[in-house]
């Protein structure tokens, strides 16, 4: 194992405050990074000053699993996830870019989820591990674009910001989508709720069917799989042993919820039967409206999760 080492940030960063005046950031603690194995493949460690992890796949910047001081899991990856080097992995959190699912030409949810990516250490500034994509030869047989994209993931107490970035670095415009697909571990599927959703604009992909959210809270009896406008305000997963917090940027545009259930779960190679019983996807998306990306021009997009 290689340790990468600790590294911090200034503890008194200025900032402006909301009433215009500046500031200090909060410590931002250090993050101890380190190489690893992980099922044979090459991956990242990282552990917060509270004893917090993370683990990330070189392989797609793939985040594996993020555990809180108490141990507690708080990703699903399936057990039967195929490690590879080559095929999307089964859970974590896969990055969907520069298409969504197959709404256009490229393989199904793009091809960075399937392509490796490189380290770029611990951003002394942010504090968040980092990793980098660039285009060559074989992203441009399929996507004739120049960019360079950027995963950051930030750990703090009960916390974890998971924040993609795509700068167009090519000399005329593109237009992507992108998504990062949450897989958030559940004990019981039927037990779990997630609330805040009401009154948003819902696509019901299994029914092929639009409407208003009216349920102030779903819950998932079947095949569930549905694309909302985001709301305003973060999400709660609300399960006995406890509720999670789920925001994202207004960039992300779009919310999807999805959970196989029994009879498609059953059908996924890559996944348990009863594997829809402990998982539910809920990700930050840019979906129905493709952001058209200017030559020199940065969008970035975010995920937050925190323990309530």
């Not at 590294?7 to 405050?17: D, F, I, T, Y």
């Not at 250090?30 to 990242?44: V, W």
């Not at 299994?206 to 079947?222: C, G, K, N, Q």
Request: glycine content about 10%.
């Amino acid at each position: 194992m290689q340790s990468l080492g600790p590294m911090a940030v200034p503890r008194e960063a200025p900032m402006l405050r909301e009433d215009g005046a500046i500031g200090a950031l909060p410590t931002i603690p250090h993050m101890h990074t380190s190489s690893i194995e992980f099922r044979g493949q090459p991956a990242l460690r990282a552990t917060g000053a509270d004893g917090s992890t993370l683990t990330v796949a070189l392989h797609g910047a793939h985040l594996l699993s993020w555990t809180t001081a108490d141990g507690r899991e708080r990703l699903y990856l399936s057990p039967r996830a195929v490690f590879d080097g080559k095929t999307a992995i089964r859970g974590g959190v896969p990055i969907c870019c520069p298409q969504f699912n197959q709404r256009g030409m490229l393989p199904k949810h793009g091809f960075m989820r399937n392509l490796p990516w490189e380290s770029q250490g611990v951003d002394p500034e942010s504090g968040a591990l980092t990793l980098r994509l660039r285009d060559d030869d074989a992203t441009r047989a399929l996507w004739p674009h120049a960019f360079e994209a950027r995963v950051a993931f930030t750990l703090e107490a009960g916390q974890l910001r998971t924040a993609l970035s795509l700068r167009n670095l090519g000399g005329g415009p593109f237009g992507f989508t992108a998504a990062l697909h949450t897989y958030l571990a559940v004990d019981d599927i039927a037990e779990a709720r997630l609330e805040g959703l009401q009154g948003a604009n819902r696509w019901d992909a299994v029914r092929d069917d639009r409407h208003v959210e009216t349920a102030p809270a779903l819950r998932f009896e079947s095949e569930f799989d549905s694309v909302y406008a985001a709301p305003a305000e973060p999400l709660r997963l609300v399960q006995p042993g406890g509720t999670l917090e789920i925001a994202q940027g207004a960039t992300c545009t779009e919310t999807v919820v999805w959970n196989p259930g029994a009879a498609l779960g059953a059908k996924l190679a890559d996944m348990p039967e009863d594997g829809f019983r402990h998982m539910l996807c809920v990700e930050a998306a840019r979906i129905d409206e493709p952001v058209q990306l200017a030559p020199g021009a940065e969008w970035q997009g975010w995920q937050q999760l925190r323990v309530l």
